[in-house]
């Protein structure tokens, strides 16, 4: 099989779109904003990336998030990853899931669970 272009993770090595790669990691961007009296927009300003990419992360609907906007959250929110993230090995989630594939376009830090 040839290599792709850019690097893929999956959660277990399946597919994709499979049900096991899905809604395993559980984010609590509403706790920690709630716990801190910040807002999104408040957040998103002061990370440095867009409000529809930090609601798309809120809402469970990201599949990916880079490290480096993972480290910009985290330093704002004075918290460590996993007070913002959290395995399900059930595979229920409070607020979403993130994994999958790395952002294609340049400037976005987060990828939506849709097709691009």
Do not use: W
């Amino acid at each position: 099989m040839p290599r792709r272009g850019r690097a893929e993770s999956h959660l277990d090595g399946n597919a994709e779109g499979s049900d096991m790669a899905r809604a395993r990691i559980a984010v609590r961007l509403d706790d920690l904003l709630a716990d801190r009296g910040m807002t999104l927009t408040e957040l998103a300003d002061q990370v440095g990336i867009t409000i529809v990419n930090l609601s798309i992360l809120k809402n469970g609907r990201a599949r990916a998030i880079r490290f480096t906007t993972l480290a910009s959250i985290c330093q704002v929110l004075v918290c460590q990853p996993g007070d913002l993230l959290s395995y399900q090995p059930d595979g229920h989630t409070r607020e979403g899931a993130v994994g999958g594939s790395p952002p294609e376009q340049g400037g976005a830090a987060i990828r939506s669970g849709g097709r691009g």
